[in-house]
């Protein structure tokens, strides 16, 4: 499997059209989940023009998995904060 550097090597931005603008860093993905919210750290690659924001498959199954979690009930390696869970 790729890297996300290498998936960014070369990208032209979906959404600026500008090529070669991206930088990897580490950004919160907050989900609503049947009530309760889910954060997650997530690793994205980010156009630095535009904003927009790439995930690779890591990042998207880090996502997916802490959504599933919460929807199970299932908060063992969560972090409560108030009324919302943080997956670190």
């Not at 090597?9 to 580490?26: K, L, N, S």
């Not at 994205?44 to 599933?68: F, H, I, N, P, W």
Request: aromatic share 4%; charged share 30%; net charge negative.
């Amino acid at each position: 499997m790729p890297t996300l550097a290498e998936l960014l090597d070369g990208i032209i931005c979906p959404r600026c059209g500008r090529e070669q603008t991206y930088v990897i860093r580490d950004t919160e993905y907050t989900a609503k989940v049947e009530g309760d919210t889910v954060t997650v750290t997530i690793t994205v690659g980010e156009c630095t023009y535009c904003g927009e924001q790439l995930l690779d498959k890591v990042a998207s199954r880090k996502a997916e998995e802490a959504v599933e979690r919460v929807r199970r009930g299932d908060t063992t390696q969560l972090t409560k904060i108030g009324t919302s869970y943080h997956l670190p």
